[in-house]
């Protein structure tokens, strides 16, 4: 069984801050991806990683692949209070079922 | 863009009731999915469907059906709700790996938050 680990679990932060979330596994994974989910809704997809190595930017937020495509990491930059939400990361889905892996999440709260 | 739509937002039902959650994609997707969310529990599969009339068990499918009887809607179904089922259920789609656009992960519905009393 596949098994991702984020860290750190809660995170609060003030406006302006920046923060690393953290997504580890032991197994290897052939693509990852970040979700964030708001409060009542349904995760949304923010990237997809699937090259070792590979750095996606999507305006405030860096997400990396580690080179062994074990891990992952997102970077938000000069934090703001939309960006507070649960922050999932996912991988797997190779299979025809294309099932994922979910990790717990990391919940962030930016305040203003 | 591809939508998931669940039928509902909010459900409340008593204990004992037969609920039906409907959730339908609108992208041609072969691979539809069934999760509970609770606090500290994080996301888990309840069932899976990778083609029309196939389903799969997840990993908490006790107390819960499902039915995909047509591509894009997937039908969870418990059997006679309890209130341990009170909880989020999100709905999801995917497209197979194989397909241009596959492992690029799941479109999720916005969510069902049931309560059973």
């Known amino acids: 069984t596949q098994l991702l680990e984020q860290s750190p679990q809660f995170l609060s932060i003030q406006e302006g801050e920046n923060l690393t979330v953290y997504c580890n596994s032991s197994?290897?994974?052939?693509?990852l991806q970040w979700y964030r989910q708001e409060p009542g809704e349904g995760p949304v997809l923010l990237v997809t990683?699937?090259?070792?190595?590979e750095v996606k930017k999507l305006k405030r937020l860096t997400f990396q692949f580690g080179d062994a495509r074990k891990d992952s990491s997102l970077h938000i930059t000069a934090a703001q209070p939309g960006d507070t939400g649960l922050y999932l990361c996912?991988?797997?889905?190779?299979?025809?079922?294309?099932?994922?892996?979910f990790g717990d999440g990391t919940t962030l709260t930016v305040k203003p | 863009d591809v939508k998931v739509t669940q039928s509902s937002r909010y459900l409340v039902k008593r204990t004992g009731e037969k609920v039906f959650l409907e959730c339908v994609q609108d992208?041609?997707?072969?691979?539809m999915f069934w999760y509970r969310q609770d606090p500290g529990l994080g996301l888990r599969l309840i069932y899976f469907?990778?083609?029309?009339?196939?389903?799969e068990k997840g990993d908490i499918p006790e107390g819960y059906s499902v039915s995909r009887e047509k591509k894009e809607r997937f039908s969870l179904i418990l059997e006679s709700a309890s209130t341990n089922q009170t909880s989020m259920y999100l709905c999801?789609?995917?497209?197979?790996?194989?397909?241009?656009?596959?492992?690029?992960?799941?479109?999720f519905g916005s969510g069902t938050r049931l309560t059973v009393v």
């Open positions: 990683v699937v090259t070792g190595g």
């Open positions: 992208m041609d997707h072969e691979n």
């Open positions: 999801a789609s995917s497209l197979v790996p194989r397909r241009l656009g596959g492992r690029k992960g799941y479109t």
């Open positions: 197994s290897v994974f052939s693509s």
């Open positions: 996912a991988g797997g889905g190779d299979t025809n079922a294309g099932k994922s892996t």
């Open positions: 469907s990778y083609d029309v009339k196939m389903k």
